[in-house]
């Protein structure tokens, strides 16, 4: 049944249990590298300082019954049992759980939304309703009212968002020296000293440098390493159970938990938040959801991950339990419990399973980054994708190299797993903590559960987590300061663009000009049309923008065919590819004045420029020919707003307008009917050398006024396109509070004039691009 549910909400079908146990192998590599490499460093973090060594296995066995019970109720029940489901159309993570809620509760942190985007299929698949009992419904209202209720949500979700980000930090620093420690046993203490940090910046730096070549140049070799890694820990664990300890498996029982904090109080209090790192790493199950299902990734985790970490845990526990007496096997940690004549192979799969899940922390911050800009809590940047096939796989190289400057200077700073793991601590368990409270109104708001089940959720997860959580803020000042700096540092920067884009989206909507004022415009004032299609970028979705007011006052022409296009995100993953474009007209039929919004999920791709402008010229012809006379005569609906057509696109049309390269079309009999036509189309002036290109378009029957229409739009698209991008200034008020000033005049545009501008993010068709220079006083 799980399957079968499945396979309906995806896109793409996956029928077979083949093919779920293929996902469940490709997600070894891709989720669960961080989580399998947590035995390097989990009983060296422990027992580091806060508990002291003695003659019985009481610590030991302590330590290993937490171990053991936090991999059990967090990782399994929590997030394979419980969050797995909340899934956002089958993407995971903090912006899904956010996204939901927004859609559920009809609140947004995106202020140009329409109702027009609550009709989207994704939107609606769901099934939001409108109550689900007088407590949940008003918890909805409530929550719809009270816009302080909005900042907070949005607060909280950044909060986790950039506590993902610090972990994408600390990560790779914390992996890699932790595998790189096995050098220890091979040298003398003052030569490792100095080779462990310059081994572990190597191979960071190496790790970094790679990201611009893509995950699926060398995923192969993810999965592989990944079950090796754990096969190798899985067998070296029930090696040492049975030759030093086999009884280790009383150290189940939750009465050892008891023992050990009675025993050690604060100290044993305070080693739990290297207890905590057991579980680093399963946060990943729901943020990589996208790329799998909930099947695959259950069986990865409950028939080889869960399984193999217990055996690993239960195996050092055994081994320190007959060499409790020696400190320096608490120091030493994890290599001290492999039998010497395969301590190096085993290093060496250590090395590259740190890799693996550094890997796979570093895409998934790309991934977040890429979503939160998408819904304008983060500046624009520059994403590459490195996968034609594989759409989640991206790179962004300001953020890449960031990390990777951040990630060196945690390592060289810090030089010892310790204060690492004490950071690391701290990010990840703050990241669960903004999920259970994100999960508790999910089961109200969207699962439409009572609320005593949301509070029995958050009781019991939340109390679990807050032990961790105090002990690992308790050691602030021994490293667990790095996450909470560098997420006030992202909060600030994601806060700061956030306020900003919306006082600009707010000073657009009081500053915009009348559809009245634009029909006003006569040949007296001395408007020139010039030949060729004119993109409007604007963030509008109705009204003329002040800025093509500014331009035409200045500078009184403008083309023959003008669409004002907004180029917008909606809060779901994915938009379908038949619901693409909401297109419109703006005025008579003679003035050829068109308004586009192609709408975006956040985790949806952006396309090439060419591709863009075939899509975006076929989706207004395919308006104009579906266009009724009664839709002509009168542009605007009862309600004064703009009729808006949904079209998809070009391949989605298959009986509307086509539009092919004379190469593309050597192989293939195509007649000049009476409704095809071909004309001479110039080439891009990067392409001017090369020989002209030939286009066919073929219309489909339209009425003889269509057809007029479609002819003048394709000579229009012949003649070229010009962007015309809004250039502005974003200046605070007079009698602005400092603090606005300072967040408008120094901080946001200081982002924008730092990070990459519209014209380099959005894939917009632009032959050539006109800036109107303008300044906002918001």
Same mark, same amino acid.
Request: with cysteine; hydrophobic share 50%.
């Given at each position: 049944m799980e399957l079968e549910a499945w396979n309906a909400n995806n896109p793409i079908k996956r029928e077979s249990w083949r093919t779920v146990l293929t996902l469940a192998y490709q997600s070894l590599g891709v989720v669960y590298g961080d989580l399998s490499t947590s035995p390097l460093y989990v009983y060296k973090s422990t027992f580091a300082e806060d508990i002291q060594h003695s003659e019985s296995n009481e610590e030991i066995y302590g330590v290993l019954s937490f171990v053991f019970w936090t991999l059990t109720l967090v990782p399994l029940l929590k997030y394979v049992f419980i969050v797995l489901r909340a899934d956002d159309n089958g993407e995971g993570g903090t912006f899904a759980l956010y996204s939901l809620l927004c859609r559920h509760a009809r609140i947004s942190t995106l202020p140009n939304c329409q109702l027009a985007d609550e009709e989207l299929s994704e939107y609606?698949?769901?099934?939001?309703?409108?109550?689900?009992? !007088?407590?949940?419904?008003?918890?909805?209202?409530?929550?719809?009212?009270?816009?302080?209720l909005h900042r907070m949500l949005l607060a909280l979700a950044l909060i986790g968002t950039c506590m993902v980000i610090g972990d994408g930090v600390l990560t790779p620093a914390i992996s890699v020296f932790s595998a790189v420690s096995g050098l220890e046993l091979s040298m003398s203490k003052e030569r490792h000293q100095y080779v462990e940090v310059p081994v572990t910046c190597i191979i960071l730096l190496f790790l970094f440098a790679l990201q611009h070549y893509g995950t699926h140049r060398v995923g192969f070799l993810f999965a592989p390493v990944v079950i090796t890694w754990l096969l190798c820990i899985s067998a070296i664990g029930i090696y040492n159970i049975c030759h030093w300890n086999p009884h280790v498996y009383q150290a189940l029982s939750p009465y050892y938990m008891h023992k050990f904090l009675k025993k050690t109080q604060r100290g044993g209090w305070m080693s739990l938040g290297g207890i905590l790192l057991c579980i680093t790493g399963s946060e990943a199950m729901f943020a990589d959801l996208g790329h799998f299902s909930q099947l695959s990734i259950k069986i990865a985790f409950t028939c080889l #991950?869960?399984? !193999?970490?217990?055996?690993?845990?239960?195996?050092?526990?055994?081994?320190?339990?007959? /060499?409790?007496?020696?400190?320096?096997?608490?120091?030493?940690?994890?290599?001290?419990?492999?039998?010497?004549?395969?301590?190096?192979?085993?290093?060496?799969?250590?090395?590259?399973?740190?890799?693996v899940g550094s890997q796979a922390i570093i895409t998934g911050t790309f991934s977040i980054i890429k979503q939160c800009s998408a819904l304008g809590c983060f500046p624009k940047v520059k994403i590459v994708h490195t996968s034609s096939n594989i759409h989640g796989q991206i790179y962004i190289p300001m953020i890449n190299w960031t990390l990777m400057m951040l990630c060196l200077a945690v390592t060289i700073g810090f030089r010892n797993t +310790? /204060?690492?793991?004490?950071? !690391?601590?701290?990010?990840? $368990? @703050?990241?669960?903590? #903004?999920?259970?409270?994100?999960?508790?109104?999910?089961?109200?708001?969207?699962? /439409? +559960?009572?609320?005593?089940?949301?509070?029995?959720?958050?009781?019991?997860?939340?109390?679990?987590?807050a032990l961790y959580f105090s002990a690992s803020l308790i050691k602030f000042l021994e490293g667990a300061w790095v996450p909470v700096a560098l997420s006030f540092i992202f909060l600030a920067i994601m806060y700061v663009w956030h306020y900003g884009t919306l006082k600009k989206y707010e000073f657009d909507v009081q500053n915009k000009v009348s559809i009245d004022w634009l029909l006003s415009l006569s040949p007296n004032l001395g408007i020139v049309r010039v030949r060729g299609i004119g993109l409007i970028n604007t963030e509008l979705v109705s009204g003329i923008p002040a800025i093509f007011s500014h331009f035409v006052t200045n500078l009184p022409a403008f083309h023959q065919v003008l669409v004002f296009l907004c180029v917008k995100s909606v809060p779901v993953p994915h938009v379908r590819p038949e619901e693409r474009f909401l297109v419109g007209r703006i005025g008579p039929r003679e003035y050829k004045f068109y308004r586009c919004i192609a709408r975006y999920g956040y985790r949806d791709i952006h396309k090439d420029d060419l591709e863009f402008e075939r899509d975006l010229v076929c989706s207004i012809a395919e308006f104009i020919r579906s266009e009724k006379p009664e839709q002509t005569a009168a542009g605007e609906d009862l309600e004064g707003n703009e009729r808006m057509t949904v079209v998809g696109t070009a391949s989605t049309n298959l009986d509307g307008m086509r539009m092919w390269d004379e190469e593309e079309d050597k192989d293939k009999d195509k007649d000049k009917d009476e409704d095809c036509f071909e004309m001479a189309v110039d080439n891009p002036p990067e392409l001017r050398p090369r020989p002209r290109k030939r286009v066919r378009?073929?219309?489909?029957?339209?009425?003889?006024?269509?057809?007029?229409?479609?002819?003048?739009?394709?000579?229009?698209?012949?003649?070229?396109?010009?962007? $015309?991008?809004?250039?502005?200034?974003? +200046?605070? +008020?007079?009698?602005?509070?400092?603090?606005?000033?300072?967040?408008?005049?120094?901080?946001?545009?200081?982002?924008?004039?730092?990070?990459?501008?519209?014209?380099?993010?959005?894939? #917009?068709?632009?032959? !050539? @691009?006109?800036? #109107?220079?303008? $300044?906002? /006083?918001?």
């Open positions: 609606n698949k769901d099934g939001i309703v409108s109550s689900n009992g !007088s407590l949940g419904s008003s918890l909805r209202s409530t929550l719809e009212k009270h816009r302080i #991950v869960y399984p !193999s970490l217990i055996l690993a845990y239960m195996g050092q526990a055994a081994y320190l339990s007959k /060499h409790h007496a020696i400190e320096s096997y608490y120091r030493i940690g994890f290599y001290v419990s492999v039998p010497e004549t395969i301590r190096w192979p085993v290093l060496v799969i250590a090395i590259l399973a740190a890799v +310790k /204060h690492i793991s004490n950071a !690391s601590g701290l990010a990840v $368990i @703050t990241v669960m903590l #903004v999920t259970t409270c994100l999960m508790s109104l999910v089961i109200v708001l969207c699962w /439409h +559960k009572s609320i005593l089940l949301a509070i029995c959720f958050i009781f019991f997860f939340g109390s679990i987590e378009f073929r219309l489909p029957e339209a009425n003889i006024v269509a057809q007029d229409e479609l002819r003048e739009l394709m000579e229009a698209r012949e003649a070229g396109m010009a962007f $015309i991008l809004g250039h502005c200034y974003v +200046k605070a +008020k007079r009698g602005s509070s400092w603090l606005k000033r300072i967040a408008i005049n120094l901080g946001y545009d200081f982002l924008r004039r730092n990070f990459q501008g519209s014209t380099h993010v959005l894939s #917009v068709p632009h032959a !050539s @691009t006109l800036e #109107v220079g303008m $300044i906002y /006083h918001v």
